[in-house]
């Protein structure tokens, strides 16, 4: 081979010179694609670097590579992942084919659009044809569009496209699956396992045809997802290289092809097959066990009392123990959301209508066992009937409550099912009751047709760590007793002749589990800190200074979100000043003067009503008088709540937080009632104040409430429900529901960014803190404070020990480009299979 006059390279646009290695993007940083270098740009047009021709220019127009007359081929590429825009910010001024002067402009680009929605603005010029080159500056620093920046020697005699030789094997059609088509990263990873065999072979789109070892090649067809793809070859290794290589794009070329998996998915109900059956996740985890039939026995209730009065001492009677029992289920529970669905319980059977509708009926003659059921029965129907998955999940807890009542009048003793051991238990429907008196010595787990992701049994068995799924197929109920079931619950999935292989993983992975939750507790006091020494405060969520000792017991650095309303609830009438400022004061003395308090201002009203603050029933009271709205159209109940909670002042690091803020007014309103209770009070400095985010125009806003604010704690469950139009209770959209969502995600990364911008700190109090899963992509994203479940602090503590913050930052920024929740769960499962294997190589 002869080389041919050295070729001058020009900066294709300004900005920051960066060496390869510094790219956060390994194929990029490991030249799989091509050597070259990257910038950081100050302007917005990008330029030719040689003199060519336009040899493929992406439709999407973030790439484009340009062809010289001696056969040097360059590629620029502007940003990281902004394949994911489809052309969102980019406008192409060639097209290809077209000849090109150095110099001349090729696209320009909103910079500030693609910084804010792709992973990152680093544009690339690689040599991809492979010439050797050197560059004529230093290897950082500033530069100038056009000036001089690699001398690159090309080689003459080198065949750009071989022919083939002999006779092509052509594979069968496969259709591709990559989200983006075979852009720069995947068309890399695929040419550089071509160049791995002798073959001459080629990748065939209908009429077009490009060298499969040609990365300018295999862009320039064009790819999209759902085309069919030939893979051709000749030569010795032919057939090596076609079986090979249709693996690798059946893979998705070292992507994740999420997309093609989330599209087997359905929207509402996954369908089932023969050997498996699909429902939502109820509460995470799996088990290997034998299918148990469970079902509520038939009673036998007489309709005709032995008159009034004796009916009534039975009813009371019943109603009276099974009230002694609700609040011993209460005081065995662990956590607020178990102890708030028994007193819930309890506050059904003081129903004044459900007793006024018993009543009427043993006036009338009827026993009492069958005036209690009718009562309960007619009032669940009624709820299951309006449409409301609210009242829906109510009319299950009725449902619960008049079952314990019925049996007691009836004196039908309500014992625990007799389970074998390793039992998966299989019903239509499972009552709150049932499940929170489930052995789980036994019980491994449990499949349900009916209930939701967010019903009050999913609540309980996510916090006897029972795995779970609801909305099963009827045909679960005919599963025989004692057959082998494999529960997967995270992917809501119950497989009905699991492998051995299947097996063996989940024994392994459950008895890792087993032992890593043992770790984290005995670590429970070291500090949240990432490998690299970013500290992220981890807080607990709590409604109890019972649930403030048990977080501090756990190594919790604070309260990130304490429930006020929970001194407010199941009583007749407002607690008392002195009551509500005894307990925040005794909470802020456990907490010390070292930890943040954040008091969340009453959130009730619309589906939370009040029995002394009157209101009138509403259409949708999700969208009605509730939180921050409720508390300054009844003022007087904000201002006693402030006076209360300012009696903790000096006691602890304290905060006041006010929830369902959506207007700059409401905020403003709510400060000035606080200083005017302040300054009653002789106080000359106020705790910090901030808000909720948790309705959409105010994460829009974040920009204009940071400078009013001390602080923001998101609320990711309310975010979600209002960013995608779904009720959170909703059984069958559940799934869909999800808090992963990009749309909910980017809410999040834009209120982060606009809180730091004026130097305040952003928490999250929502349910995402509390899913590890969640944890590296709220790090990356730049939340500040992870406010989670009392008992899962221990493993988000040990989650982010785990992590490296520019590692959260890249994953963070990757997935705000994704379509769907599920997408970004399964770059996050993936993200995380790669720490804990990183994990495992530094721990060895």
Request: glycine share 8%; with cysteine.
């Amino acid at each position: 081979m002869t080389t041919t006059q050295p070729l001058e390279l020009l900066a294709p646009l300004s900005g920051v010179l960066l060496p390869l290695d510094q790219v956060p993007d390994p194929v990029f940083s490991s030249r799989l694609i091509g050597d070259g270098l990257c910038i950081d740009p100050t302007s917005q047009t990008l330029c030719a670097p040689l003199a060519g021709v336009i040899s493929n220019i992406q439709d999407s127009g973030h790439a484009v590579s340009v062809t010289g007359d001696n056969g040097v081929q360059v590629l620029m590429h502007i940003g990281l992942d902004t394949v994911n825009l489809a052309g969102k910010g980019f406008t192409r001024l060639v097209e290809e084919g077209q000849r090109v002067q150095a110099g001349q402009p090729l696209i320009e680009f909103d910079a500030d659009f693609i910084a804010l929605n792709a992973r990152s603005l680093l544009t690339l010029m690689l040599v991809v044809s492979g010439e050797p080159f050197v560059l004529l500056t230093p290897g950082a620093g500033v530069v100038a569009e056009g000036q001089a920046l690699l001398r690159v020697t090309p080689v003459a005699g080198a065949d750009d496209v071989a022919e083939e030789e002999g006779d092509a094997l052509f594979s069968k059609p496969l259709t591709l699956p990559n989200a983006n088509g075979l852009h720069a990263r995947p068309a890399a990873v695929f040419a550089q396992a071509a160049k791995g065999f002798k073959a001459s072979i080629y990748l065939h789109k209908q009429t077009q045809s490009a060298n499969a070892k040609s990365l300018v090649a295999i862009m320039a067809l064009q790819t999209v997802q759902g085309d069919t793809l030939q893979v051709s070859a000749a030569g010795d290794d032919a057939d090596a290289a076609i079986k090979a290589l249709v693996a690798l794009l059946a893979e998705g070329c070292g992507e994740t092809v999420v997309v093609a998996h989330a599209e087997t998915v359905e929207p509402v109900a996954p369908a089932s097959s023969a050997n498996l059956l699909r429902g939502v996740c109820a509460s995470p985890g799996s088990a290997f066990g034998q299918v148990v039939q469970v079902a509520e026995p038939e009673l036998s209730i007489t309709e005709a009392g032995a008159g009034e009065a004796v009916e009534r001492v039975a009813l009371v009677s019943g109603l009276l123990q099974a009230t002694e029992a609700l609040q011993a289920l209460q005081a065995k529970a662990v956590g607020s959301a178990q102890a708030e669905i028994f007193r819930a319980h309890q506050e059904l059977l003081e129903d004044p209508t459900l007793l006024e509708q018993a009543h009427a009926l043993l006036a009338q003659g009827k026993s009492a066992a069958f005036a209690w059921n009718s009562a309960t029965v007619a009032t669940a129907t009624l709820f299951q009937g309006l449409g409301s998955a609210l009242l829906a999940e109510r009319a299950a807890d009725l449902a619960d409550v008049g079952q314990r009542v019925l049996k007691l009048i009836l004196g039908v003793k309500d014992s625990a099912w007799d389970v074998p051991e390793q039992a998966i238990l299989i019903a239509e429907q499972l009552t709150p009751s049932q499940t929170a008196s489930l052995d789980t010595r036994k019980v491994l787990g449990f499949v349900t047709v009916g209930g939701g992701a967010t019903s009050h049994v999913a609540i309980l068995a996510r916090a006897l760590g029972l795995p779970a799924i609801c909305g099963v197929p009827m045909q679960v109920l005919t599963l025989a007793n004692g057959r082998q079931v494999l529960l997967d619950a995270d992917k809501g999935e119950l497989h009905l002749s699991p492998d051995v292989a299947e097996i063996e993983q989940l024994q392994a992975t459950r008895q890792q589990q087993v032992l890593r939750r043992q770790r984290e507790v005995e670590q429970a006091s070291l500090a949240a800190t990432t490998r690299d020494g970013h500290h992220v405060e981890v807080t607990a969520n709590v409604a109890s200074l019972q649930e403030v000792e048990q977080s501090l017991a756990l190594g919790g650095e604070g309260v990130g979100l304490l429930r006020s309303e929970f001194l407010y609830l199941d009583r007749n009438r407002a607690p008392s000043p002195e009551e509500q400022a005894g307990t925040y004061s005794a909470i802020a003395r456990a907490l010390g003067p070292d930890r943040n308090l954040v008091v969340r201002t009453l959130d009730v009203g619309g589906d939370k009503p009040l029995a002394y603050v009157p209101m009138d029933s509403e259409t949708n009271p999700f969208l009605g008088l509730r939180g921050i709205r409720l508390c300054l159209e009844r003022p007087e109940l904000l201002r006693e709540q402030f006076r209360a909670i300012l009696a903790s002042v000096g006691l602890t690091r304290l905060h006041i937080m006010l929830p369902m803020v959506s207007l700059l007014s409401e905020l403003r309103l709510a400060r000035k009632i606080l200083q005017e209770e302040a300054q009653a009070l002789g106080l000359t400095e106020l705790p910090k104040l901030g808000i909720m985010i948790e309705v959409p125009s105010a994460a829009l806003m974040a920009d204009l409430f940071a400078p009013e604010v001390d602080f923001f704690s998101i609320g990711t469950n309310d975010l979600t429900q209002y960013t995608l139009a779904m009720d959170r209770d909703h059984p069958r959209l559940a799934s869909q529901a999800d808090s992963f969502h990009p749309a909910v995600l980017r809410l999040i990364a834009s209120t982060v960014k606009a809180a730091h911008a004026h130097g305040k700190w952003v928490g999250v109090c929502g349910a995402l803190a509390s899913e590890a899963l969640a944890v590296p992509m709220l790090i990356g994203l730049g939340v500040d404070e992870l406010s989670v479940s009392v008992p899962l602090i221990p493993t988000i503590k040990a989650t982010v020990r785990e992590l490296n913050l520019a590692d959260c930052q890249l994953i963070a920024r990757q997935v705000l480009g994704l379509e769907e929740a599920a997408q970004v769960r399964e770059a996050l499962r993936l993200y995380h299979a790669a720490t804990v294997e990183t994990s495992l190589v530094v721990e060895n």
